[in-house]
């Protein structure tokens, strides 16, 4: 039995020990907006937080992380949108789509930890994530957007 504490929700899942995170968020939990991209932690879609730390679910198994705080792109503002979510909006950053959510909670990890990120910072916190699109520089407008707005 594997117990995980996902967006403040407690679960009791019983799934294989090597199971990947990524597995049990989207077919486990129905947490759909937590990406499968590439699954060798190359392109960042499944980019969740870890105690706060943004970790690839898909190179990490869930029974690795029992004890440990997970959130999803689905927990990452209750009830509203977080101010990065409004500011990719606002910056029209999304295209496809696809890798949107893992550079979302990239970009609160960072603001988590550097609240006013100068564009190097930014560069090398999301040097990894990929957008198949190419909207990096409005995902880097939009950090800037979400960090004057000043929550995290």
């Known amino acids: 039995m594997t117990i995980l504490k996902v967006n403040g929700r407690r679960y009791e899942l019983d799934v294989d020990a090597e199971t990947p ?45 029992g004890g440990s705080e997970i959130t999803t792109i689905e927990g990452l503002s209750a009830g509203t949108l977080h101010p990065l979510q409004r500011a990719w909006l606002d910056e029209d950053v999304p295209q496809c789509g696809f890798c949107q959510a893992g550079q979302i909670m990239a970009a609160a990890a960072l603001l988590r930890r550097t609240p006013r990120p100068t564009d190097d910072q930014i560069d090398e916190a999301l040097r990894d994530q990929l957008c198949r699109c190419g909207t990096y520089q409005r995902i880097r407008h939009a950090i800037h957007r979400a960090a004057k707005a000043g929550r995290r």
């Not at 939990?29 to 943004?54: E, Q, S, W």
């Open 21 to 65: 995170l990524l597995w049990v968020l989207r077919d486990r939990l129905g947490l759909l907006g937590t990406k499968y991209g590439c699954g060798v932690g190359a392109c960042g879609a499944c980019t969740v937080h870890v105690d706060g730390r943004a970790e690839r679910s898909c190179l990490t198994t869930a029974a690795a992380l």
